[in-house]
């Protein structure tokens, strides 16, 4: 152990903290700062025992009077009155207590007793806090090194989460706009692409800020004895969804101004075509759209009320109108992009949802996460085979950027159930999910209390900073407190994928980040530059002979 930088006084404010004092002269006592103490086991077994630094507050200082010239060093004034060698500076800390690390259970155990008065504590080990703080250890399988202790110099303490614990137990990143959470992301992807882990994760990207994820193959620091990172990016449209694997719910959600009798009638005609691929397919997914809209037409022709006959043609228009098949659209009644292509072992696919309408969008990851989850469920179960469209035979990961569109708070979408079923179920069957949201408040809160791994960054927002409080239950107080004040790449990771929530400053990224604002006055400049430019040249072209001028203008 290190040198004491102060003693135990006493008990803290909650039954689990205690206070401490001490001159901090080298000002390495910061709020976050892990700090420890020793413990007696019995049977002259001695452990120590972590604990983290949540609050400071100054129980000596200078008096005023040394401090109210702004022209005098107070340090002089402190020698000339006889305070050399002696702290004029003193601070009572508040440190909460982790606990002592049991190997056998890979976790900490709380003594439930602080420590006595006069305990020397002492700054954490860098390389105690690398072998406990983290679940994994840096290029171990499993292990995604992000970053490193923010209240460390660069690279003494990594940070290491436990990816899989990240894909069973699923992630939120939380942050405000510009706090870098598409950066942290794309660190977590870089790190899960790394050879100790070759990942099948999909990027569903609905602002095209993952494009540069191209550049996974290229990123050396990636690639090892062989391996290299595969990466796909899916325009817009690339990806194909068959119809018949639409639920009702979903052509409800697309159809506009959809009335209670189109609804039954757009029922009728939902079963019946189903019925008919079941009997020709012995599936009921194999419906086409010209088939559904066949059985619309029936059930017209059966019609006897003028009123249903308007409210099935009705009905008819919207479907034809809305749901679009063939080249280039998305809904196709054959074609569907296979879970293979999706999902590979050291593969990241990322799916571009740009210049596509915010309900296809909401509908498109709806079917494809219950897709997924059906395929993964399936498999694991034994009831289907390689030949199967629905043969998924390893564990994936899905990230969804802008999370609050695809489960809004106080409003049920087609998207919201499926990955609330997903987040209660997906653990069994080898289905993980992350979010990322700049808007917590705006998520459902069932969505976000159902991640168990959270990477907060910068949050200002007092609804989502609420939000966060009430979702996240492994987050202490003081950590949250932090919040408002951290600085773009500064994070607050907690949860199941590390032993004990931490600050963590997220390292560089190997990829170009694509997710970066345009400098709008660089581009203004630019922009009036260069139209000067041609001002300029079009005005001295006035000025020349007239045979000159005319050879200008055909040029």
Same mark, same amino acid.
């Given at each position: 152990?290190?040198?004491?930088?102060?003693?135990?006084?006493?008990?803290?404010?909650?039954?689990?903290?205690?206070?401490?004092?001490?001159?901090?002269?080298? &000002?390495?006592?910061?709020?976050?700062?892990?700090?420890?103490?020793?413990?007696?086991?019995?049977?002259?077994?001695?452990?120590?025992?972590?604990?983290?630094? !949540?609050?400071?507050?100054?129980?000596?200082?200078?008096?005023?009077?040394?401090?109210? /010239?702004?022209?005098?060093?107070?340090?002089?004034?402190?020698?000339?009155?006889?305070?050399?060698?002696?702290?004029?500076?003193?601070?009572?800390? !508040?440190?909460?207590?982790?606990?002592?690390?049991?190997?056998? =259970?890979? %976790?900490?155990?709380?003594?439930?007793?602080?420590?006595?008065?006069?305990?020397?504590?002492?700054?954490?080990?860098?390389?105690?806090?690398? /072998?406990?703080?983290?679940?994994?250890?840096?290029?171990?399988?499993?292990?995604?090194?992000?970053?490193?202790?923010?209240?460390?110099?660069?690279?003494?303490?990594?940070?290491?989460?436990?990816?899989?614990?990240?894909?069973?137990?699923?992630?939120?990143?939380?942050?405000?706009?510009?706090?870098?959470?598409?950066?942290?992301?794309?660190?977590?992807?870089?790190?899960?692409?790394?050879?100790?882990?070759?990942?099948?994760?999909?990027?569903?990207?609905?602002?095209?800020?993952?494009?540069?994820?191209?550049?996974?193959?290229?990123? *050396? $620091?990636?690639?090892?004895?062989?391996?290299?990172?595969?990466?796909?990016?899916?325009?817009?449209?690339?990806?194909?969804?068959?119809?018949?694997?639409?639920?009702?719910?979903?052509?409800?959600?697309? =159809?506009?101004?959809?009335?209670?009798?189109?609804?039954?009638? =757009?029922?009728?005609?939902?079963?019946?075509?189903?019925?008919?691929?079941?009997?020709?397919?012995?599936?009921?997914?194999?419906?086409?759209?010209?088939?559904?809209?066949?059985?619309? %037409?029936?059930?017209?022709? /059966?019609?006897?009320?003028?009123?249903?006959?308007?409210?099935?043609?009705?009905?008819?228009?919207?479907?034809?109108?809305?749901?679009?098949?063939?080249?280039?659209?998305?809904?196709? %009644?054959?074609? &569907?992009?296979?879970?293979? %292509?999706?999902?590979?072992?050291?593969?990241?696919?990322?799916?571009?949802?740009? &210049?596509?309408?915010?309900?296809?969008?909401?509908?498109?990851?709806?079917?494809?996460?219950?897709?997924?989850?059906?395929?993964?469920?399936?498999?694991?179960?034994?009831?289907?085979?390689?030949?199967?469209?629905?043969?998924?035979?390893?564990?994936?990961?899905?990230?969804?950027?802008?999370?609050?569109?695809?489960?809004?708070?106080?409003?049920?979408?087609?998207?919201?159930?499926?990955? *609330?079923?997903? =987040?209660?179920?997906?653990?069994?069957?080898?289905?993980?999910?992350?979010?990322?949201?700049?808007?917590?408040?705006?998520? /459902?809160?069932?969505?976000?209390?159902?991640?168990?791994? $959270?990477?907060?960054?910068?949050?200002?927002?007092?609804?989502? &900073?609420?939000?966060?409080?009430?979702?996240?239950?492994?987050?202490?107080?003081?950590?949250?407190?932090?919040?408002?004040?951290?600085?773009?790449?500064?994070?607050?990771?907690?949860?199941?994928?590390?032993?004990?929530?931490?600050?963590?400053?997220?390292?560089?990224?190997?990829?170009?980040?694509?997710?970066?604002?345009?400098?709008?006055?660089?581009?203004?400049?630019?922009?009036?530059?260069?139209?000067?430019?041609? $001002?300029?040249?079009?005005?001295?072209?006035?000025?020349?002979?007239?045979?000159?001028?005319?050879?200008?203008?055909?040029?």
């Amino acid at each position: 152990m290190s040198q004491p930088l102060g003693r135990a006084k006493g008990p803290g404010p909650t039954p689990h903290s205690f206070l401490f004092v001490s001159p901090d002269d080298e &000002q390495k006592l910061k709020v976050g700062e892990f700090i420890t103490y020793p413990v007696s086991l019995g049977g002259g077994q001695e452990e120590p025992v972590l604990s983290r630094i !949540t609050e400071r507050r100054p129980v000596r200082l200078y008096p005023n009077a040394f401090s109210g /010239d702004p022209q005098v060093d107070p340090n002089r004034i402190a020698a000339m009155v006889g305070y050399q060698g002696r702290s004029s500076e003193l601070f009572e800390i !508040t440190a909460e207590v982790i606990g002592y690390y049991d190997r056998q =259970l890979k %976790d900490f155990v709380n003594p439930r007793v602080p420590p006595r008065v006069g305990t020397p504590i002492t700054l954490a080990e860098n390389t105690y806090l690398s /072998d406990v703080l983290s679940r994994c250890k840096p290029d171990d399988t499993g292990a995604a090194t992000i970053g490193w202790l923010l209240s460390r110099p660069q690279g003494e303490v990594p940070v290491a989460i436990d990816v899989g614990a990240v894909v069973s137990t699923h992630l939120a990143i939380i942050a405000s706009t510009g706090a870098g959470k598409s950066y942290t992301a794309s660190v977590l992807i870089e790190e899960m692409m790394r050879a100790n882990n070759r990942a099948a994760i999909l990027v569903i990207d609905p602002h095209g800020e993952y494009n540069t994820l191209a550049e996974l193959p290229n990123a *050396k $620091q990636l690639c090892r004895d062989g391996y290299r990172p595969e990466a796909r990016i899916y325009a817009p449209g690339d990806v194909k969804i068959r119809v018949g694997t639409l639920e009702r719910g979903d052509l409800r959600y697309l =159809l506009p101004s959809v009335t209670d009798r189109m609804d039954y009638m =757009l029922g009728r005609a939902y079963r019946q075509a189903q019925n008919l691929s079941r009997q020709r397919f012995n599936s009921e997914d194999r419906w086409t759209r010209a088939e559904l809209l066949g059985v619309l %037409d029936r059930i017209d022709e /059966d019609a006897e009320d003028n009123f249903d006959k308007g409210t099935i043609q009705a009905l008819r228009w919207r479907l034809e109108s809305t749901i679009k098949t063939g080249k280039g659209q998305i809904f196709d %009644d054959q074609e &569907q992009t296979s879970l293979e %292509d999706l999902f590979r072992p050291g593969r990241c696919s990322v799916m571009q949802l740009n &210049q596509i309408d915010s309900r296809e969008q909401q509908v498109i990851v709806a079917a494809l996460l219950r897709r997924v989850f059906t395929a993964r469920m399936r498999t694991k179960n034994g009831e289907v085979g390689p030949d199967s469209d629905y043969y998924l035979p390893y564990p994936v990961f899905i990230l969804i950027e802008e999370a609050h569109n695809y489960a809004p708070a106080g409003v049920d979408i087609v998207t919201t159930g499926i990955l *609330k079923k997903i =987040l209660a179920e997906g653990r069994k069957f080898g289905v993980g999910v992350g979010l990322i949201s700049q808007r917590p408040g705006k998520l /459902d809160s069932d969505v976000l209390s159902q991640c168990n791994t $959270q990477i907060l960054l910068r949050i200002v927002n007092p609804i989502d &900073q609420a939000r966060v409080r009430e979702s996240v239950e492994s987050v202490g107080r003081d950590l949250l407190a932090e919040l408002p004040s951290l600085t773009k790449g500064q994070a607050i990771i907690s949860g199941a994928a590390v032993n004990t929530p931490m600050l963590c400053q997220i390292r560089p990224r190997y990829t170009r980040h694509g997710g970066a604002e345009e400098d709008a006055p660089r581009a203004w400049v630019t922009y009036a530059d260069s139209a000067l430019a041609r $001002q300029r040249e079009q005005d001295s072209a006035l000025l020349q002979p007239t045979g000159r001028r005319n050879r200008l203008y055909k040029s």
